[in-house]
């Protein structure tokens, strides 16, 4: 390569940098939609065009929708923020992050996967909030994580006003279950890959 064609590069890399940062700088990553589409968008070509800079405080920022897909963004990076965003996006009060996370993890389906999901169920008693993860539990080939699934709703049940009928939560649980399922078979391919590259503790503290 010439040494004209290697200073156009770079100059053209360094003015996408610019445009980048700036975007990421002026959008607000937790506003209205689509303003956290946007901020995830510039921020993943930043990094891509920076690999080795230090992106964390910038993906932190984020805490409502898009945090599942930064999640996955930074496995797929090898960040060093990743457990964190994991363990945020399972938390979040946005249900698609939720749905998302569980997905990724029950495709995944390590023992760490499964330490993540269950560390949720330890956390809270709440039916919706852990409705994700009990699913992606479930869908576990280890049947071993399934009891600790059974054992968390007979010390939480729905409440049934009656015998003959599911409980609204039955229900949801029903629907998100499906949810998960199919983003489980949206993501497969995606996702299948850090199985074997993503290993939690290496990069990350």
């Given at each position: 390569?010439?040494?004209?064609?290697?200073?156009?590069?770079?100059?053209?890399?360094?003015?996408?940098?610019?445009?980048?940062?700036?975007?990421?700088?002026?959008?607000?990553?937790n506003g209205e939609l689509p303003s956290p589409r946007i901020w995830i968008t510039a921020?993943?070509?930043?990094?891509?065009?920076?690999?080795?800079?230090?992106?964390?405080?910038?993906?932190?920022?984020?805490?409502?929708?898009?945090?599942?897909?930064?999640?996955?963004?930074?496995?797929?990076?090898?960040?060093?923020?990743?457990?964190?965003?994991?363990?945020?996006?399972?938390?979040?009060?946005?249900?698609?992050?939720?749905?998302?996370?569980?997905?990724?993890?029950?495709i995944i389906d390590l023992p760490w996967c499964h330490d993540e999901l269950v560390s949720?169920?330890?956390?809270?008693?709440?039916?919706?909030?852990?409705?994700?993860?009990?699913?992606?539990?479930?869908?576990?080939?280890?049947?071993?994580?399934?009891?600790?699934?059974?054992?968390?709703?007979?010390?939480?049940?729905?409440?049934?006003?009656?015998?003959?009928?599911?409980?609204?939560?039955?229900?949801?649980?029903e629907r998100r279950d499906a949810i998960v399922q199919f983003e489980m078979q949206e993501?497969?391919?995606?996702?299948?890959?850090?199985?074997?590259?993503?290993?939690?503790?290496?990069?990350?503290?």
């Amino acid at each position: 390569m010439s040494a004209t064609r290697i200073i156009e590069e770079k100059s053209l890399s360094d003015r996408w940098n610019r445009h980048l940062k700036d975007v990421v700088n002026r959008v607000d990553p937790n506003g209205e939609l689509p303003s956290p589409r946007i901020w995830i968008t510039a921020l993943k070509l930043l990094v891509r065009l920076n690999p080795k800079g230090d992106w964390e405080n910038e993906f932190l920022r984020l805490n409502r929708n898009e945090l599942s897909e930064a999640a996955m963004f930074a496995m797929e990076m090898k960040l060093p923020c990743s457990m964190s965003l994991i363990r945020r996006s399972l938390r979040s009060d946005i249900p698609n992050n939720r749905i998302e996370m569980a997905a990724v993890l029950a495709i995944i389906d390590l023992p760490w996967c499964h330490d993540e999901l269950v560390s949720v169920l330890t956390e809270t008693s709440d039916q919706e909030m852990t409705t994700e993860c009990r699913t992606a539990l479930f869908e576990s080939r280890n049947v071993d994580v399934h009891s600790i699934v059974h054992d968390w709703e007979t010390r939480h049940p729905y409440e049934k006003p009656d015998d003959e009928y599911l409980t609204i939560g039955e229900l949801a649980k029903e629907r998100r279950d499906a949810i998960v399922q199919f983003e489980m078979q949206e993501l497969h391919d995606r996702i299948i890959t850090l199985r074997d590259r993503f290993k939690p503790g290496v990069e990350d503290v």
